[in-house]
């Protein structure tokens, strides 16, 4: 059982550093096949290398409406409900399935979130 639990975060660690590559790659090269990365022009910026056809902004200057709290629902026990990021997806900078929950807001109260 040990055994099994150890090659399971093996492989969970594997995804993990599978994926970071993958978005460091997209950010860099962007959406471009592996074989033609040597084609895109480059430029440094203080987010590090990235396409030269790129923008960097502010975070800021790209919403609609300032950031605000959500609301967080009550957890319902139903398949009908909403499923829901937990602020755990957020400052674990995990958004898997088991960082939700199901949950049933008041759609008044959400209507603009």
Request: net charge negative; with cysteine; glycine share 4%.
């Amino acid at each position: 059982m040990q055994e099994a639990i150890e090659a399971t975060e093996r492989v969970i660690a594997a995804a993990k550093e599978l994926k970071r590559s993958l978005m460091k790659y997209l950010f860099t090269y962007g959406p471009v096949p592996v074989d033609q990365a040597d084609r895109v022009e480059l430029k440094e910026t203080e987010a590090g290398l990235i396409p030269s056809s790129w923008a960097v902004r502010v975070l800021a200057e790209l919403l609609r409406e300032p950031l605000k709290n959500g609301h967080s629902a009550k957890e319902i026990d139903s398949p009908d409900g909403i499923r829901t990021l937990t602020l755990s997806a957020v400052t674990e900078d995990d958004f898997g399935e088991h960082n939700t929950k199901i949950t049933c807001a008041d759609p008044e109260r959400v209507r603009d979130l």
